[in-house]
C-alpha cells in the first residue's frame, strides 16, 4: 500500500492528462482494448470502445501501446499531450477484442469461449453476393451450404449439428443489434469488417430463447477520428455455370426400333415431332419384364440427343460494384458508400441489389457518444424458378430448347405423353413476375461513459421492408397444346405486398471497477457487471389480389381481367424481452470468471406469460503467464463455458386454431377446418445445456528465423443436451388427427473443433500463411416422449440412434437370408436353385430382378452427417504485390442418398442401365435387373452412396499495381482473378455432393421435422462453378 | 449535459416499453374453436369444412379412394405408383387364348395381396405415399373425427335454432354414416370413435360392425330429418344446406331426396357388403325393401364438383376423377380399361359420345413395361366435348355417394335374382333411357334370368361408371376371386404386345381375349398409420387378412 501512494502521488505531482486515439494500420479502424502504459512506470489504460484513451503522465515521458494481435509501439510524447498511434497488425495471430457471445467487449486472451472470427481481409476472393457465403470453410464446425443456386437465398448454416429437429438457423446480429437471417442475404459484403461467430449455447445463452442455435454477427466497417479520408472502388464480374460432375442419364437404349434404328411407338409408328415440335407418343420399351434375360440397353439413337442438364441451366453473369467513403475529424466519423449487385442465375433470372450505407459517430461531450448507422437497400427480382427435374427425366432425345417455327416460342411440352411437368424453359414467355423490395434498416446507439465505473448504452434499431409482388400470366388460348402455365388458360395477374418490420432495443448497463485504480487495492483484479434488457417485436402483414382472364386488349389490371377476383392476407405479430445479468472477474490476465443468467418472456412461449431461464458460467486461465517463456509460448489458455439457450416454438404453435378454406372463386363460401396436426397451448422452449472445454495456444518456435513466425492453435471440446425438442407426434387417423405438436424428443451431442493458424514463412519477398478447420460433430436422438418412432423418408428418428441414419431395404445377401417377421428365409429352401449372386446380391435367374428384405425389415446404412468437416487455406505474398489464396474443403464420410439415380431408372434413362453386369453366366447390360432397383422409390441401400469430397472452393490470384502507377493520390490499385468450386474430388455419381438437398424424392416435399437437414439428392439444384475477375482502386 | 439526458430518456423510454400482457398475442389470421363454435355462422363454417376432410385440393382422400375402386373394378387402370395405384392394379396372372395359351404374371411375379401388404409401412406411407390402404381410411376417420366435434359443438351451441340444430345434426350423422360405409365396405376392421377429443379407441371391429354403426348413424339422421316440422321442414333444410355444402358441389335439394339417399346407401351397405353367391332371398328382400324408400328418377345425389376457375375448390384442377384421366393437360394417370369398352352394347350413344378410340400409334401398350393389363385403345371423352367422364376445364359433377340409377339397378338385380325377370329389366331399360343411351328395351324379350343377369351386369359397370362402384361388384360377384376359387374373368380383352405372341423382335400389338386372374383382396388391411400408434387392444377382430 505505501508502494502505491507513493505511485500516486509521484505522479500526480509531475502529471498532465494526456489523450490519444489508437487506431489499426490496416483499415483504420479504431482498437478498443490497447494497453497504454508510461514506460518504466506502473501507470497505465486501456483504449475505449472508440479507440480513445485518457491518461494522466509527463509530456515527456515515453507511451508503450501493446494489443494482442498487433506489434508493440513505442512513442515518445516529446512534450504533446494529444496523439494518433496506429498499431500494425501482428501476421497470423487472430488475436482481437470479441464482443459476441461475451457482452462487453473483452480481449480475446480473456474470453472464456470459442468465439470464432473472420476479417474482411481474409475473405475468400470469389464469395461476391453475401457475406455468409464468405464464411464457407472458414470456421471450423460451421457447416454453410450453399443450397441454392437462386439469388438471394441465403446459405444452410448448420454451427455443431442439431440442437433441435425443426430448424438449424443461428441468431444474426449486426452490430449489437439481432436481425432478421434474410437481411444477410441482403447486406453489402463490401462494407463488413469481420464476422463473429459462436458456435453453441454456452455463448448462446447471452441471446437466451434465440440462442440455441449459435449466433453470427457481423460487424460493419466504421470510419475512425481523425482518420484520413479514403475512398475505395471495387468492381467484379462473376460468370457462373452449374457443376456437372456426372451425367446421370444413359446413352444407350432399349427401345422398339424398326430396322432403320428408327425409335417406334407402342402403335409402331416411328418416334417424332409433329410440326409443333410435340411427340404425341413416347418410345415403346422393348418388354424387359416379359423378356428380362434378353433385353439390354444397348442400342445406340439414331436421334441427336441432348444434355438436359445443360439446356436446363445457362451461363450466367454477375457484376459487383462498389464505392465505399471513410474518414473522420476529431469528433466525428463516418463511413458511407453504395454499391450495386446484378445478379443473373442459371434460369436467367435477373436479381439486382442496390445498397446504400451511411454509418456517422459523434462524440457530443466527454464521454458521450452517438452513433448512427442507415442502410437503405433495394432489391429487384425476376425470379422464376420452376424446378428442371422434369427435364432431366425426359427422354434425351426431346430438344427443349427447340422453337417451334409457328409460333416462335420454346414447345410447352414436348413429350406430350409424359406426366412430368411442362417446360420450364417456356414459361418465361408466358409469364412475368417480379419482386421489388425497398429495405430501410435504422439502428441508433447511445453510449455514455461516466468518468468511473458505470457505462450505459442504448440500441434501438428497425427494420422496415416493403415487398411488391407482380405476376402476370398471359392468355394461353389458342396455341398448339391446350396446356398452360398458371392456375387458368386465360392468364391471370396477382399483386401483392408484404410489410415486414422488426424493432429491437437494447439497454446495457456495464458496471466496471478496477480494484488497483479504484479502491487502491493492490490486486490486478477487474471486474464487470452487465445489466442488460432487450426485446425484439416483429410485424409482418401480406396482402394479394389476383384476376383471372385476361382481357382482349390492354391495360392488364386486375381490375379488368374478365374472370373471377380473390383476395387475401396475413398477419403475424411476435414479442420477445427479456434481460440479462452478467458478472465478470479477472485477475490481471491470468483468470477470469463469469456467471449470469437470461431470462425471456415471449408470445411464442405456450401458456405465454411464464419467463424461461438460461444460466451460464465461464472460466479461463492462462498459464502463459506464469511461465516464462513468452518468447516462444507467447499465449496460452485453456477455458471452460457452460451454457443454457433456446430455440422458441414457431410463431402461434401454442394456439389451436381452425384453417380457413374459402371455397368457390364466384360464390365463395368459408369453411372452418381443424387442423389434421393440432397445436400444443403448453409447447415449451427448446432448451440446449452445453459445456465447452478449450485451449487456445500461440506459440513461436523459431523467433529468428523466417520459418514459422507464429503458430496459433485453438481446440474446443463441447457435449451437450437438448431437451424438449419439438416433434410432431403421430397419432392414429381414428382420432380424426395425424400428430400433435409436442416437445416430444430429447437430443444430445458432442464434437471436437480444431483450428491452426500457422505463418509459414515470412521474409522480405515471400509469405507464407496456412490455416486449416477440422470439426466433428455427432448429435444422438436421447429419448423420444412415450417411445414412439418417428419416420419421415429415410429417416427415422429412434432413441440411442444418431441424427440423420440412414434406413433402407437392402438387397438380399444371401439366398438363405432370414426374414425376421416372419422367421423364414425369404426364399424357400425349394427355391433356391432359381436364384444366383449377383455383386452381392439374390437375383433371379428368370426375372433377372435384385432380391429385397421386405418394407418392415430396414437397416442402417451410414449418416448423412460427415464424419469430419475441414478446409486447407492457404495465402501466399510475393514480392508484397502478388498475392495467392487458395482454400479446399475436405467433408469426409457423410453419405447421400441419391435419389436422382433412382428415380431415373423408373423410365429407364438413368446412365447405371447403360452398364454391364454378368448374371447366371450371361453378361450384358439387362434392362429388367437396373430397373429392379427402382423398387417404387422405396429407399434401398443400392442408392447410398458416400458424399465425401474434396472441393477446391477458392483459388485467387491478386495483383497489387499500387507501387507502378506510383500516383500519390493512389491508395491502392489491385486486380483479382479467381475461381469458386473449381474442383471437385468425390466417388459421389451425382451432379454435386454439396447440395444434396432433404427433400422427399417422391413428392419433393422438404422433411419436415426430422432434423435432418440436408443428405437426399432429389434432383437438387446443383452449385455453380464461377470464374471472377474484379479490380479495387483506392484513393 | 442536458441533451443526452434528454437522448437516453428516450432511449431507455423506447427500449423498456415491454409488458407481460404484451405477450398474449392471439393468432390473428385463423379463428379458435372458442371464438367461432358458439355462434351460428361458425358452427354453419365448421360443418361446411367437413367437405375438407374429404378431400383438399392437395390431397383429395376420396379421389384417390374413388380411382383405387375404379381401377379394382377394371373400369380404369393406372400405371403409376403415385398413390399406391399401380401396385393395386396387379392383376395376378393374364393367360392369353389359344394357340399362343402364355401366362403371363404380373411383373411383382406376387398376388395384390402380398404386393399391398409389403407397402403397409411407415415407410411407404411417409416417403413415397404409395400405401393405398392410408386413403379411404383417412377419408373416413377425418370425416368422422370433424363430424364429432361438430355434433359436440352443436350440443353446446346456444344460438342455433332448434330446427338449425336438427338439420345440422342430421348432416353430421349423414356424413359419419357415409365414412362408416366406406371403411366397413373395405377394410376388413376398424375401431368405432364417437370422441371429439382427439382420443380414438383401441378395440378394432368387423367390417360387419362397421357397416351396422354406419347404419345406425344414417337411421339417426333419417329420424332427425323426419322430425323437421313439416310445414318448413324444407325450407329450412334448404337454408342450411346451402351454407354447409361448397357451391360447387351437388347434394340433396330437400329434405325427403336426403332421407331417400341415405336409404340407397342403407341398400347399397347391404348388398355389397355380401357375395351375391350368399344371397338368400330373405337378403334380397331386404335389400328390395330399402331401395324401395329410395332414390327416384330426378333425386338429386351428393356429386363431387370443381370450381369453373379451378381455383378454391377441392380439385385444385388435378385432384378429381374427371380430371386424372387422361387428357391433354394430365397425359398417363388413368386410362379407360379394355374391359370397360367392351362392356358397352353395340350403338350405345354413352360410347359413341363418350369414348374416343385411339389411333394405333397413339393404342397404349404394356404402358412402361409395367404390365399388359396398362393397355388401352380408349380414352374417355371430355365433358366439354360432349363427353361424361373427364375433363379438362373444370366441368361435370362425380357422384360419390348414390344415384337414382344405381338405385334401380339395385332393385332391378333384387329383382332378376329373385325370378322376377323381366320388371327387373324393366328397371335397366328406365335406366339407360334415363341416360340417353339410345339402345333397344331388353324387357319383354323373354331373356333368361342368365342373360338378364348379363344385361344387368353391363349396364352396373357403363351406367354407374366411375361412381365407386366397380370393385364392389368386381368382388361380390366373384370376379376378383382368385381363379382356383372360380373367380377371373373370361374374354376380357388386352392389348398384347406383338413381342408377345411367339416373335421377340415384333412390333405392334394386338387386341386379344384373354382370361384374367385378378386375384384381388376382398378387404383391406388396416393402415401402418393406425395400427403402429393405436395397437388393437384386447376384444379386437383381426386387423390384417
Known amino acids: 500500500m505505501w508502494v502505491l501512494i507513493f505511485m500516486v502521488t509521484h505522479a500526480y505531482a509531475q502529471t498532465r492528462v494526456i489523450t490519444g486515439t489508437v487506431t489499426s494500420k490496416a483499415d483504420g479502424t479504431p482498437i478498443p482494448g490497447v494497453s497504454v502504459k508510461v514506460q518504466g512506470t506502473a501507470v497505465g489504460t486501456q483504449t475505449r470502445i472508440d479507440g480513445n484513451f485518457t491518461l494522466n503522465a509527463d509530456p515527456s515521458s515515453t507511451l508503450v501501446f501493446t494489443f494482442i494481435g498487433y506489434e508493440a509501439q513505442t512513442v515518445s510524447l516529446g512534450g504533446k499531450t494529444s496523439i494518433s498511434v496506429q498499431l500494425i497488425p501482428r501476421e497470423g495471430q487472430l488475436d482481437e477484442v470479441v464482443v459476441t457471445g461475451v457482452g462487453a467487449p473483452t480481449k480475446r486472451s480473456q474470453v472464456a469461449l470459442d468465439v470464432a472470427s473472420v476479417d474482411s481481409k481474409d475473405f475468400a476472393k470469389s464469395a461476391t453476393t453475401n457475406a455468409t457465403q464468405a464464411l464457407t470453410g472458414q470456421i471450423a464446425g460451421a457447416q454453410i451450404i450453399q443450397k441454392s443456386s437462386t439469388p438471394n437465398t441465403g446459405p444452410t448454416i448448420i454451427l455443431r449439428g442439431y440442437t433441435n429437429l425443426n430448424s438449424a438457423t443461428p441468431l444474426f446480429l449486426i452490430d449489437g443489434v439481432q436481425v432478421n437471417a434474410d437481411l444477410f442475404n441482403s447486406l453489402d459484403p463490401s462494407i463488413v469488417d469481420h464476422i463473429e461467430v459462436v458456435k453453441g449455447s454456452a455463448g448462446g445463452m447471452l441471446y437466451g430463447a434465440q440462442g440455441g442455435n449459435g449466433v453470427i454477427q457481423v460487424f460493419t466497417k466504421k470510419g475512425a477520428k481523425n482518420g484520413k479520408l479514403t475512398i475505395d472502388v471495387s468492381s467484379k464480374y462473376s460468370n457462373d455455370r452449374v457443376i456437372e460432375l456426372n451425367n446421370p442419364v444413359a446413352t444407350m437404349h432399349h427401345f422398339v426400333t424398326d430396322a432403320a434404328g428408327n425409335l417406334l411407338t407402342a402403335g409402331g409408328a416411328i418416334v417424332a415431332p409433329n410440326a409443333d415440335g410435340i411427340y404425341p407418343a413416347a418410345p415403346a420399351q422393348e418388354p424387359f419384364s416379359t423378356q428380362p434375360t434378353v433385353i439390354q440397353n444397348n442400342e445406340k439413337y439414331n436421334v441427336p440427343t441432348y444434355d438436359h442438364i445443360q439446356q436446363a441451366n445457362h451461363v450466367a453473369n454477375t457484376f459487383t460494384n462498389s464505392v465505399n467513403v471513410r474518414g473522420g475529424t476529431d469528433k466525428t466519423d463516418y463511413a458511407f458508400g453504395v454499391s450495386n449487385l446484378q445478379q443473373q442465375d442459371v434460369f436467367s433470372n435477373n436479381y439486382n441489389r442496390t445498397n446504400l450505407n451511411m454509418n456517422f459517430g459523434f462524440t457530443l461531450a466527454k464521454g458521450l457518444t452517438i452513433r448512427n448507422n442507415i442502410q437503405l437497400i433495394y432489391n429487384y427480382d425476376n425470379l422464376l424458378n420452376s424446378n428442371r427435374f422434369g427435364m432431366l427425366m425426359a427422354f434425351p432425345f426431346i430438344n427443349f430448347d427447340y422453337i417451334d417455327p409457328n409460333t416462335g416460342r420454346h414447345v410447352v411440352r414436348p413429350d406430350s405423353y409424359s406426366t412430368d411437368g411442362l417446360n420450364p424453359l417456356a414459361e418465361r414467355e408466358v409469364h412475368t413476375h417480379y419482386n421489388k423490395t425497398p429495405r430501410l434498416v435504422e439502428n441508433f446507439n447511445v453510449n455514455y461513459k461516466f468518468p468511473k465505473f458505470v457505462e450505459i448504452d442504448a440500441k434501438f434499431s428497425e427494420d422496415a421492408r416493403h415487398s411488391e409482388t407482380y405476376d402476370l400470366y398471359a392468355n394461353q388460348t389458342g396455341l398448339p397444346q391446350t396446356l398452360f402455365y398458371g392456375s387458368n388458360i386465360g392468364g391471370s395477374i396477382t399483386d401483392g405486398y408484404d410489410n415486414y418490420r422488426q424493432e429491437y432495443g437494447n439497454t446495457s448497463v456495464y458496471f466496471r471497477t478496477d480494484f488497483r485504480n479504484d479502491f487502491h487495492i493492490n490486486l490486478p483484479i477487474k471486474t464487470t457487471t452487465q445489466v442488460t434488457y432487450d426485446y425484439t417485436a416483429q410485424y409482418d402483414h401480406n396482402f394479394s389480389a389476383q384476376g383471372v382472364v385476361l382481357p382482349p386488349f390492354p391495360p392488364y389490371t386486375i381490375s379488368t381481367t374478365a374472370g373471377a377476383k380473390t383476395a387475401g392476407e396475413g398477419f403475424s405479430q411476435t414479442l420477445l424481452y427479456g434481460y440479462l445479468v452478467n458478472q465478470t472477474i479477472d485477475y490481471a490476465n491470468l483468470v477470469g470468471i463469469s456467471a449470469g443468467f437470461r431470462s425471456d418472456y415471449s408470445s411464442q412461449f405456450g401458456a405465454a406469460s411464464k419467463p424461461f431461464t438460461f444460466p451460464r458460467g465461464t472460466i479461463y486461465f492462462n498459464p502463459s503467464e506464469l511461465i516464462n517463456a513468452h518468447e516462444i509460448i507467447s499465449n496460452w489458455k485453456l477455458r471452460a463455458a457452460y451454457g443454457e439457450s433456446g430455440v422458441q416454438p414457431i410463431n402461434y404453435a401454442r394456439q389451436v386454431t381452425y384453417g380457413n378454406s374459402t371455397y368457390g372463386a364466384a360464390n365463395s363460401l368459408t369453411a372452418l377446418v381443424a387442423p389434421t396436426t393440432y397445436n400444443n397451448a403448453d409447447l415449451a422452449v427448446q432448451v440446449t445445456k452445453e459445456l465447452e472445454l478449450g485451449t487456445d495456444i500461440t506459440v513461436t518456435p523459431l523467433k529468428n528465423s523466417d520459418w514459422l513466425s507464429s503458430i496459433t492453435f485453438t481446440g474446443t471440446y463441447w457435449h451437450r443436451s437438448s431437451d424438449n425438442d419439438i416433434q410432431t407426434a403421430p397419432e392414429p387417423p381414428s382420432s380424426g388427427f395425424t400428430g400433435f405438436q409436442s416437445n416430444l424428443v430429447s437430443l444430445t451431442g458432442h464434437g471436437i473443433e480444431l483450428s491452426l493458424d500457422i505463418n509459414a514463412y515470412k521474409s522480405e519477398n515471400f509469405n507464407w500463411y496456412f490455416g486449416t478447420r477440422f470439426a466433428i460433430s455427432k448429435t444422438y436422438v436421447a429419448s423420444i416422449a412415450y417411445n414412439i418412432p418417428v419416420t419421415s423418408s429415410i429417416f427415422t428418428l429412434t432413441p440411442g440412434q444418431e441424427l440423420g441414419t440412414i434406413k433402407t431395404q437392402t438387397p438380399l445377401a444371401s439366398v438363405g437370408q432370414i426374414n425376421p417377421a416372419t422367421g423364414a428365409p425369404y426364399i424357400a429352401p425349394a427355391n433356391a436353385g432359381n436364384y444366383v449372386m449377383v455383386n452381392g446380391a439374390v437375383v433371379n435367374k428368370t426375372t433377372y430382378a435384385v432380391q429385397l428384405t421386405s418394407t418392415s425389415d430396414l437397416s442402417n446404412e451410414g449418416n448423412v452427417n460427415p464424419n469430419f468437416t475441414s478446409s486447407f487455406i492457404n495465402r501466399v505474398t510475393i514480392y508484397k504485390n502478388l498475392n495467392l489464396s487458395f482454400q479446399f474443403d475436405w467433408n469426409h464420410g457423410g453419405k447421400i442418398y441419391n435419389g436422382t439415380r433412382q428415380y431415373l431408372a423408373r423410365d429407364g434413362i438413368s446412365s447405371d442401365f447403360d452398364k454391364n453386369v454378368t448374371i447366371n453366366g450371361n453378361t450384358g447390360s439387362y434392362v429388367a435387373y437396373w430397373q429392379s432397383f427402382y423398387n417404387a422409390l422405396n429407399p434401398l441401400s443400392s442408392f447410398v452412396e458416400d458424399g465425401s469430397f474434396i472441393r477446391l472452393r477458392d483459388v485467387s490470384l491478386s495483383y497489387d499495381l499500387t507501387k507502378l502507377v506510383h500516383q500519390k493520390w493512389l491508395r491502392s490499385l489491385v486486380f483479382t482473378a479467381s475461381c469458386r468450386n473449381l474442383l471437385t474430388f468425390t466417388k459421389y455419381s451425382g451432379l454435386d455432393p454439396e447440395v444434396a438437398s432433404a427433400l422427399n424424392p417422391s413428392t419433393g416435399n422438404g422433411l419436415g421435422n426430422i432434423g435432418s437437414y440436408t443428405g437426399v439428392d432429389f434432383y437438387a439444384q446443383p452449385n455453380l462453378k464461377s470464374y471472377q475477375f474484379g479490380f479495387n482502386i483506392g484513393f | ?545
Open chain 2, 1 to 545: 449535459m442536458k441533451k443526452f439526458i434528454t437522448i437516453f430518456t428516450l432511449a431507455l423510454v423506447v427500449a423498456t416499453g415491454c409488458k407481460k400482457s404484451d405477450l398474449q398475442l392471439i393468432n390473428p389470421n385463423s379463428p379458435t374453436p372458442q371464438s367461432a363454435l358458439p355462434t351460428q355462422t361458425g358452427i354453419e363454417e365448421f360443418t361446411l369444412g367437413i367437405w375438407s376432410k374429404v378431400g383438399t385440393a392437395g390431397n383429395n382422400w376420396l379421389t384417390y379412394s374413388m380411382v383405387a375402386h375404379s381401377i379394382m373394378g377394371d373400369e380404369q387402370w393406372s400405371s403409376v405408383g403415385n398413390f399406391g395405384w399401380r401396385y393395386t392394379d396387379q392383376v395376378n396372372t393374364i393367360t392369353l387364348p389359344a394357340p399362343y395359351n402364355t401366362v403371363v404374371p404380373n411383373i411383382f411375379g406376387v398376388t395384390q395381396q402380398v404386393e399391398l401388404q409389403s407397402l403397409n409401412t411407415l415407410v411407404s406411407t411417409n416417403l413415397n405415399a404409395n400405401n393405398i390402404f392410408v386413403y379411404e381410411w383417412n377419408l373416413g376417420y377425418f370425416v368422422n373425427g370433424e363430424s364429432n366435434i361438430l355434433l359436440q359443438a352443436i350440443g353446446t351451441n346456444t344460438v342455433i335454432s332448434a330446427n338449425e340444430k336438427i338439420v345440422l345434426q342430421a348432416v353430421a350423422y349423414w356424413w359419419k354414416g357415409f365414412a362408416y360405409s366406406r371403411l366397413g365396405s373395405m377394410y376388413l376392421s376398424g375401431v368405432i370413435n364417437n370422441n371429439a377429443d382427439g382420443t380414438t379407441s383401441g378395440v378394432y371391429v368387423s367390417h360387419d360392425a362397421l357397416i351396422t354403426e354406419a347404419n345406425a348413424n344414417f337411421n339417426k339422421a333419417i329420424t332427425l330429418l323426419s322430425s323437421l316440422p313439416a310445414p318448413t321442414a324444407n325450407d329450412t333444410y334448404a337454408t342450411v344446406m346451402k351454407a354447409v355444402n361448397p357451391p360447387f358441389c351437388l347434394y340433396p335439394t330437400n329434405r325427403d331426396m336426403m332421407i331417400r339417399e341415405i336409404y340407397t346407401y342403407e341398400a347399397r351397405n347391404y348388398m355389397v357388403n355380401k357375395k351375391v353367391a350368399a344371397m338368400t332371398s330373405t337378403d334380397w328382400a331386404a335389400v328390395q325393401a330399402l331401395a324401395v324408400k329410395g332414390m327416384i328418377a330426378g333425386d338429386q345425389g351428393y356429386a363431387l364438383g370443381m370450381d369453373p376457375t379451378g381455383t378454391n375448390d377441392l380439385s385444385g384442377t388435378q385432384q378429381h376423377v374427371f380430371e386424372w384421366g387422361d387428357n391433354p393437360g394430365m397425359p398417363g394417370w388413368t386410362y379407360m380399361s379394355e374391359r370397360l369398352a367392351q362392356d358397352f352394347k353395340p350403338g350405345d350413344v354413352r360410347f359413341t359420345k363418350g369414348v374416343i378410340t385411339f389411333t394405333a400409334a397413339k393404342t397404349v401398350v404394356n404402358n412402361t413395361s409395367r404390365g399388359i393389363q396398362f393397355g388401352t385403345r380408349y380414352v374417355a371423352q371430355l365433358i366439354e366435348n360432349g363427353g361424361y367422364w373427364a375433363t379438362f376445364n373444370h366441368s361435370g359433377y362425380s357422384p360419390f355417394a348414390c344415384t337414382y340409377e344405381e338405385n334401380a339397378l339395385m332393385l332391378a338385380e333384387a329383382s332378376i335374382r329373385t325370378g322376377a325377370i323381366d320388371p327387373g329389366l324393366a328397371l335397366v331399360d328406365q335406366v339407360r333411357t334415363f341416360q340417353g343411351a339410345g339402345l333397344t328395351a331388353v324387357s319383354g324379350t323373354g331373356l333368361s334370368q342368365a342373360l338378364a343377369i348379363e344385361e344387368l351386369r353391363k349396364e352396373r359397370r357403363i351406367g354407374l361408371y366411375m361412381r365407386g362402384l366397380a370393385f364392389y361388384d368386381a368382388r361380390r360377384w366373384g370376379v376378383t376371386a382368385p381363379a382356383s376359387a372360380g373367380g377371373g374373368r373370361a374374354n376380357c380383352n388386352v392389348v398384347v404386345p406383338n413381342n408377345l405372341l411367339g416373335n421377340p423382335a415384333a412390333t405392334g400389338f394386338t387386341v386379344l381375349p384373354c382370361f384374367m386372374d385378378y386375384n384381388y383382396m376382398d378387404y383391406w388391411d388396416v393402415p401402418a398409420t393406425e395400427f403402429s400408434y393405436n395397437p388393437p387392444a384386447s376384444g379386437s377382430v383381426a386387423i390384417a387378412n
